[in-house]
């Protein structure tokens, strides 16, 4: 692993430095140069996590960000307002890092619920400790969450990442399944040793009505392992579980969403349902991505795989008002690439892994 692997990109930390926005049209939303717009927010909120997964952290955690260099409650939440009010965002989700490393969670997610509109505030977390705290997220106005599970093996888990709490993962699962989160995601990253029993993990998925999605695995590893020739695709999966089930026509309900959605026959022990592939490399869907994200720390990023960040949190912090930071934003996201690259041959990982910019 290198220390850039780590490390901050190229940040634009001068706030009066400003991205290239030549040939912008003067509209509202978060647009791009290649006609998309941003609509999804992913707002990370800590690079603390409480598991370490091989294909995300390193094995021991990212480099602790300072305290007050982490954006608060108050400031996330008027960036909230911001994209929902300015820019067009519908939908918020805090990620990290492990969202619920935060103890000061559920005011996040209050205030940022008081300025929303109606834009849905939900959360991807590893369900760790979700049992003690379910309730004063939902109150706070949390409305929907993904978990995410890749085996329900716990060697395995305990391998994949680094910690034996596979129970504690179910018992988030079902403390979620019980507040009224459904439908309820899992996401599972597709992973050479645990490809054996992905076949269990829908099976388990179907039996306890949560709507698994496998995520084909980036190259956002710290540990900088991924390798495109070892990488589990969707075309492989398809044919494990094909070895237990009955899978048939993939479909997609929303263009932007980058799942699609497979059909699966009911089976003796189990009942029908669906599956979703989120094919991230091998079919990508970059052509129809609606996301921003912005970074713990306060800068904007507009693609996973782009280094170029722009600061928010100067902007915050200098007193700037709500137009000179939606304009900032609306900057930084005009100079979205058009996608990951990963095809290319000269493909450079970003300088962030996954954990480090928010999944
Ligand atoms: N800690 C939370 C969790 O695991 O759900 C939220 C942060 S995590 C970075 C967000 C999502 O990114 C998770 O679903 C995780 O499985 C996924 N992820 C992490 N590293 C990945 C990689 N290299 N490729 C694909 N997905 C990855
Ligand atoms: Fe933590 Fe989530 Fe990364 Fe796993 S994927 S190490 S749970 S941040």
Not at 32 to 53: P, Q, Y
Not at 76 to 103: C, K, N, Q, S, Y
Not at 278 to 304: K, M, Q, Y
């Amino acid at each position: 692993m290198t220390s850039l692997a780590l490390g901050i990109p190229g940040i634009r930390r001068d706030p009066a430095a400003r991205p290239a926005t030549l040939g912008r049209p003067d509209v509202p939303g978060l647009i791009d140069r290649f006609g998309r717009t941003a609509r999804d927010l992913r707002i990370s909120i800590t690079e603390k996590c409480s598991l370490r997964c091989t294909y995300c952290m390193p094995e021991q955690g990212l480099p602790a960000i300072a305290r007050d260099d982490l954006l608060t409650a108050t400031e996330i939440a008027r960036l909230v307002e911001i994209g929902v009010r300015d820019l067009g965002v519908h939908d918020v989700r805090f990620t990290g890092g492990e969202p619920l490393m935060r103890a000061d969670l559920a005011e996040i997610i209050r205030r940022s619920s008081a300025v929303a509109g109606g834009a849905s505030i939900s959360m991807t977390t590893n369900g760790i400790g979700l049992d003690h705290r379910i309730h004063e997220l939902v109150d706070a106005g949390l409305t929907r969450i993904n978990i995410s599970l890749d085996t329900v093996d716990r060697d395995h888990f305990a391998r994949l990442t680094r910690r034996d709490r596979l129970p504690a993962v179910f018992a988030g699962i079902q403390a979620a399944k019980d507040a009224g989160l459904t439908p309820l995601k899992i996401n599972a990253v597709l992973m050479r040793d645990t490809l054996a029993g992905a076949a269990d993990l829908l099976e388990w998925s179907l039996q306890n009505g949560v709507r698994l999605r496998f995520i084909e695995q980036m190259p956002l590893d710290a540990d900088e392992q991924w390798a495109r020739d070892n990488m589990v695709d969707a075309a492989e999966l398809l044919s494990v579980l094909g070895t237990r089930f009955t899978v048939g026509r993939p479909h997609r309900d929303d263009p932007s969403d980058p799942a699609e959605e497979w059909n699966v026959e009911p089976t003796a022990s189990t009942p029908g349902g669906t599956v979703g592939i989120i094919a991230s490399v091998t079919r990508s869907f970059c052509a129809a991505c609606d996301r921003t994200r912005v970074t713990a720390e306060g800068t904007v990023r507009s693609c996973l795989f782009g280094d170029d960040e722009t600061d928010l949190r100067g902007l915050l912090r200098s007193g700037a008002d709500d137009a000179t930071l939606a304009d900032r934003w609306r900057a930084a996201m005009w100079g979205k690439q058009s996608g990951h690259g990963m095809e290319r041959a000269d493909f450079v990982r970003p300088a962030r892994s996954m954990g480090a910019i928010g999944g």
